[in-house]
């Protein structure tokens, strides 16, 4: 849906991740809404966890809207497992107590990610004492207020493999325990190194 760009940040001296509308995309009022909802959400949410979006407009040159976000050092979820294979015990409950503590902070405020995937989270290298990574949820930009999923019925959307099986299912409505459904999926992957 977006491309990332590095971007320096002239009133602070700080280098960003710059997310902007793919070009093809930038005539759909939908992707306009998702995009301007993941700038809204993830400000929402108060957990160290999820990715911090600092700044968001729409270009007045050229309509495309923008978001800037913390730039991250490290890798995805998805890149370390494939690198280095399944995670130990310890790794895994120090990655699950993260993981948990951004999802119960959305939980929180009634939003349900709705596309969990290792690939969506990434492991921030050098950001705390005694840790050897933090963990950032990012994308959310497909994220339902759980109010408006029990008002309106939503067509399926997320990625297959690691959809539950209500997200598959065009009108039915998606719950918390959506996300819950990622998470078994995504501890099965880290753990076992498999897809399932």
């Not at 971007?7 to 939908?30: D, M, N, V």
């Not at 050897?132 to 959310?140: H, I, M, P, S």
């Amino acid at each position: 849906m977006g491309m990332v760009y590095v971007a320096f940040q002239l009133s602070t001296g700080r280098e960003r991740a710059l997310k902007l509308l793919q070009p093809s995309l930038a005539a759909s009022s939908e992707a306009h809404r998702r995009f301007e909802q993941e700038a809204r959400i993830g400000g929402q949410i108060e957990s160290e966890h999820i990715v911090e979006v600092v700044a968001a407009g729409v270009d007045a040159t050229t309509g495309a809207p923008w978001l800037a976000m913390e730039l991250l050092q490290g890798e995805t979820l998805a890149a370390f497992l494939k690198r280095r294979g399944p995670l130990d015990t310890n790794a895994a409950l120090e990655l699950f107590a993260q993981l948990a503590h951004a999802i119960g902070a959305a939980h929180d405020k009634q939003i349900v990610h709705r596309d969990l995937k290792p690939e969506n989270l990434f492991l921030v290298t050098g950001r705390r004492a005694g840790g050897a990574f933090t963990l950032k949820v990012l994308d959310f930009g497909i994220a339902k207020l759980v109010d408006q999923a029990r008002r309106s019925a939503t067509g399926a959307i997320g990625t297959p493999l690691w959809m539950a099986p209500e997200q598959a299912q065009s009108g039915q409505q998606v719950t918390p325990a959506a996300d819950v459904w990622s998470l078994g999926l995504i501890a099965f992957r880290a753990l076992s190194g498999k897809a399932f």
